[in-house]
Nanobody
Framework: QVQLVESGGGLVQAGGSLRLSCAAS????????MGWFRQAPGKEREFVAA????????YYTDSVKGRFTFSRDNAKNTVYLQMNSLKPEDTAVYYC?????????????????WGQGTQVTVSS
């Protein structure tokens, strides 16, 4: 069992930056691929980024490439999403998720555990 707790969301002006954190419980955190998803009001949950269990590989949806960076610190059981050059369309609740199934990392059904989400609001 893994529990995930996100933090770092907030209100920021367009062009600004935020760093989201997701702290995980459990001694096997290092074995999980991790993902970030977001959900805006009235929209489906969408893939943002993923990172492999050892941090060697990262994946991003096209709209955030070059602006967001996903990293992990397995010693601290924590992953981070550095978000720069934020845009109003990045406004959403951001969720981190943990995967053991080794399925497609851009699909929410791949993930076994989810956090409660953190709100990111980007004003224009």
């Amino acid at each position: 069992q893994v529990q995930l707790v996100e933090s770092g969301g907030g209100l920021v002006q367009a062009g600004g930056s935020l760093r989201l954190s997701c702290a995980a419980s459990g001694r096997t955190f290092f074995s999980y691929n991790m993902g970030w998803f977001r959900q805006a009001p009235g929209k489906e949950r969408e893939f943002v980024a993923a990172i492999s269990w050892n941090g060697a590989n990262t994946y991003y949806t096209d709209s955030v490439k070059g602006r967001f960076t996903f990293s992990r610190d397995n010693a601290k059981n924590t992953v981070y999403l550095q978000m720069n050059s934020l845009k109003p369309e990045d406004t959403a609740v951001y969720y981190c998720a943990a995967d053991l199934s080794r399925g497609r990392l851009d699909l929410p059904q791949t993930y076994n555990y989810w956090g409660q989400g953190t709100q990111v609001t980007v004003s224009s």
